[in-house]
C-alpha cells in the first residue's frame, strides 16, 4: 500500500543521491555564506548553485501535480520525496519546493487569471522570484481567520489596502516580489464570505516592511519572517483572486497540500534527529561504556522509531485519502497529522538533543535550529487546539445521529 513504483520511486532514488552528493556536504557552505554576506537576506550563491544543478537533473516543482508545470505527482507519491527534503533546511528551496511559494504557485494555478499566472506564477516557477503569505496579524487571535482586520477596499479600478501583518514568512529576502494578502473586502457578508485574497506587490507605495521576526532568536535568514504595513495601498482590481469573499474557499484549497507537505518534512527532521542520536551512542562512552549500554538511551531510541513510524504512516494515509476521496472527507486525518506530526518531531529532537549534551543546543549541531522551527509549526497553519477541535467534532458527528 505505501510502496513507491514507476516515475515516483525513479524521483525517490534521484532525490536520495542529489541529497547525499550535493546537499548535506554544502549545508555549511550555505550557512557560512549568509553569517559573512554583507547583505544577510540576499540568496547566498550557494543556492543558486545548487538550484541550476537540481534543475538540470529534473529535480525541479516536484510538488505540483500538474504535469505541465511540474512533476504530475500525486499527495501520496510527493509525500515521499517530501519527506527526504524536510532532513535539511536547506533542500527545499534547491528544487523550488519550499513554503510559501509551493502554496502560492498552487493558488495561482488553480485560481489565478492567464494574465496574473503570467506576471508571477511563471517566475515562480522558474525560481526567479519567491513569494510571501500575509494573513497573521499581530492585533486579533489570527487562529479564527474571521477575526482578520486588514481591510481590502474597492475604489473605482483599484483596490486599497491598510492593515498590518506579521510572520509573512520569506518576505525578507531579497527575492521576495509579490505577496498574497488575506483581508476583509465586507464586514456585513456571511462570516465565511468576508474575506478575500489579493495580490500586491512588494514594491508598491504603501507597503512597509517594519522588521524581521525572530523564531527563538533564529531569523531564518535569507528567508526570514517580516512584519508588514500596508498603509493605503493601491493595486489594480485585476489583482482580485478568484472575486470578492472567495478568501476562505482559496484558503481551503491551500492548505491541505500544503500540511501534507508541512508534516512528511517534519517527519525527514525527525528521521535525522533519529540517525544523529544513534550515531553519538555509539561515539560517546561515559561512566566507563558507551551511551548505547544505557538502557534509558535505548528505550528513547525504541520509542522515537515508533512514534516516527505511526506518523508517517497517519500522513500517508491522509495523502492517500486527499487523492482517492479528495481533501473534504479527508479532512479529520489532514487534522490529525498536523496535531500529530510537530509534537512528535519535538519530542524526538528532545531526545536527541539530550544525548548530545552541551553540542545539542549549540550552532554545533542542527539539532537547536531544527527544535525551534518545528515549535512554531505546532502554531502554523493552524494551532494544535484547532486541529484537535476539528478531529473532534468530527468523531462526535458520528455518534450524534445514533441517540
Known amino acids: 500500500m505505501y510502496e513507491l513504483t514507476g516515475k515516483a520511486l525513479e524521483l525517490q532514488q534521484q532525490l536520495t543521491a542529489f541529497m547525499e552528493e550535493h546537499i548535506y556536504p554544502n549545508e555549511h557552505v550555505f550557512h557560512e555564506q549568509v553569517a559573512t554576506a554583507s547583505n544577510r537576506w540576499a540568496p547566498p550563491p550557494i543556492l543558486e548553485e545548487l538550484k541550476l544543478k537540481a534543475r538540470a537533473q529534473g529535480l525541479w516543482n516536484l510538488f505540483l501535480p500538474d504535469s505541465d508545470h511540474g512533476a504530475g505527482l500525486t499527495n501520496f507519491e510527493y509525500a515521499h520525496l517530501c519527506e527526504i527534503m524536510g532532513r535539511s533546511p536547506v533542500a527545499a528551496e534547491v528544487f523550488n519546493c519550499s513554503a510559501p511559494d509551493t502554496g502560492n504557485m498552487e493558488v495561482l494555478a488553480r485560481y489565478g487569471t492567464p494574465e496574473q499566472q503570467d506576471k508571477w506564477l511563471k517566475p515562480l516557477l522558474n525560481g526567479e522570484i519567491r513569494s510571501c503569505f500575509s494573513m497573521t496579524e499581530p492585533e486579533v487571535a489570527s487562529s479564527d481567520a474571521t477575526n482578520i482586520a486588514c481591510e481590502i477596499r474597492r475604489e473605482g479600478d483599484e483596490y486599497v489596502i491598510n492593515g498590518r501583518k506579521w510572520w509573512s514568512s520569506g518576505a525578507m529576502t531579497t527575492t521576495c516580489k509579490i505577496a498574497i494578502v488575506m483581508g476583509k473586502t465586507d464586514p456585513f457578508a456571511e462570516r465565511h464570505r468576508q474575506q478575500s485574497m489579493i495580490l500586491v506587490p512588494l514594491d508598491t507605495p504603501g507597503v ?196
Open 208 to 403: 512597509e516592511i517594519i522588521r524581521a521576526l525572530n523564531v527563538f532568536g533564529y531569523d531564518h535568514a535569507p528567508h526570514g519572517h517580516a512584519e508588514i504595513h500596508y498603509d493605503n495601498v493601491r493595486v489594480p482590481a485585476s489583482n482580485m483572486l478568484l472575486g470578492e469573499g472567495r478568501g476562505f474557499e482559496i484558503a481551503q484549497g491551500r492548505l491541505g497540500p500544503g500540511r501534507i507537505h508541512h508534516c512528511m518534512r517534519t517527519i525527514g527532521v525527525a528521521e535525522r534527529a533519529l540517525q544523529a542520536m544513534c550515531e553519538r551512542i555509539h561515539e560517546r562512552v561515559a561512566f566507563g561504556k558507551p551511551l548505547a549500554d544505557f538502557d534509558s538511551i535505548r528505550k528513547d531510541i525504541a520509542r522515537s522509531r515508533i512514534e516516527i513510524e505511526q506518523t508517517r504512516l497517519l500522513t500517508l494515509k491522509a495523502a492517500r485519502m486527499m487523492d482517492t476521496v479528495g481533501n473534504k472527507v479527508a479532512r479529520q486525518e489532514i487534522a490529525m497529522i498536523k496535531a500529530a506530526a510537530p509534537s512528535m518531531a519535538l519530542r524526538v529532537l528532545d531526545r536527541a538533543i539530550q544525548v548530545h549534551g552541551a553540542k545539542g543546543v549549540s550552532q554545533d549541531s542542527f539539532l537547536a535550529a531544527a527544535w525551534a522551527h518545528q515549535r512554531t509549526l505546532r502554531l502554523a497553519d493552524g494551532p494544535d487546539e484547532v486541529h484537535l477541535d476539528t478531529i473532534a467534532k468530527l468523531e462526535l458527528k458520528n455518534y450524534s445521529s445514533k441517540r
